[in-house]
């Protein structure tokens, strides 16, 4: 709000007031899981394709460019609900101001979709073929064409793996830039989200694969157990040795301790998300049990909306006054 305004030099004195709410809220969290299965997929769909192609490579070309578009569009779309002012979205594209996190994670989202959706064109290629007399013409004409090949997918797949990278890791820049969050710092929750991408992706990989081989399900079950304990410390370093970064983190971190109003829902994100899965992969490993396998990583799937969830809300409580 304004203050006060000098004359003779028409400046304005502003005052910060803060906003007694929470701004980002479940949409975000939404928005941040459906990114991390999105990239995850295709990073660890580019692995198998690399290891173990003779094997599930026609199920991986076609599931990963599915599963990715589905989830991609699932986290644009939450991403312009979230906008106050979503039918202007297209000024970051007409009139881009590349210093912001967000016009840079904007262009490469949507030119990453851009290129899932370009696999996910070959990949159903014979599918639609098969069924073309109830297609347009020029849908069969296009499906038809020489240039939609393998080759191609290959090609895509190449630039799809660079590409999610920095899709998966831009959130992190704009949670750190949020004034007076000291708990989201840049550098650990860049690590965090490309775990979390490796989390989601090898679990979802997990479900799809549940008949394939013992030797791709363990490469997958090892890919899990480390994300999830990887992330889990990371987790536990915050809530043991955050408040000694600072008072405002210790504040923070009040809301997830023993009398905090969040401490059932950090524990049980940690506990469904990195805890119970890193057990079950380690007895699955001793028992080449597929079972224990399908149900670490449906706990991780659904444990990282609420892991992710308490780490998006216990910052926005604090008042900044």
Request: overall charge positive.
């Amino acid at each position: 709000m304004v203050e006060h305004t000098v004359a003779a030099t028409n400046a304005i004195v502003t005052l910060d007031v803060p906003i007694p709410q929470v701004i980002w809220g479940w949409m975000i969290t939404l928005n941040m899981w459906a990114k991390s299965i999105g990239t995850g997929v295709i990073f660890v769909g580019a692995y198998l394709l690399a290891r173990y192609s003779k094997e599930v490579g026609k199920d991986v070309k076609f599931w990963m460019p599915v599963i990715s578009f589905v989830f991609l569009n699932i986290f644009l779309l939450f991403t312009l609900l979230d906008l106050h002012q979503p039918f202007r979205m297209w000024h970051i594209f007409a009139h881009p101001h590349w210093t912001s996190a967000i016009t840079v994670g904007a262009w490469l989202a949507t030119l990453f979709t851009g290129v899932v959706f370009l696999m996910l064109i070959i990949a159903l290629k014979e599918p639609l073929l098969k069924h073309k007399r109830k297609l347009p013409k020029f849908l069969v004409a296009i499906l038809e064409s020489k240039w939609l090949n393998d080759e191609l997918y290959n090609k895509l797949l190449k630039a799809a793996v660079v590409l999610a990278i920095p899709v998966t890791m831009y959130t992190a820049t704009i949670m750190g830039e949020a004034t007076a969050r000291e708990l989201w710092q840049t550098p650990t929750e860049l690590i965090q989200m490309l775990l979390a991408a490796l989390l989601t992706g090898s679990a979802v990989f997990l479900i799809i694969g549940y008949k394939w081989s013992y030797e791709v399900k363990r490469d997958l079950a090892i890919i899990l157990g480390a994300s999830a304990f990887l992330s889990f410390v990371i987790y536990m370093g915050e809530y043991y040795f955050g408040h000694m970064k600072a008072e405002e983190v210790e504040a923070i971190l009040a809301y997830v301790k023993d009398s905090g109003p969040y401490h059932v829902m950090f524990w049980a994100g940690q506990w469904i998300a990195f805890i119970i899965p890193m057990v079950l992969v380690y007895l699955s490993l001793k028992s080449r049990s597929s079972s224990l396998l399908l149900l670490a990583s449906v706990s991780a799937i659904v444990g990282l909306y609420i892991t992710k969830h308490v780490w998006l809300i216990i910052p926005q409580l604090l008042p900044l006054s």
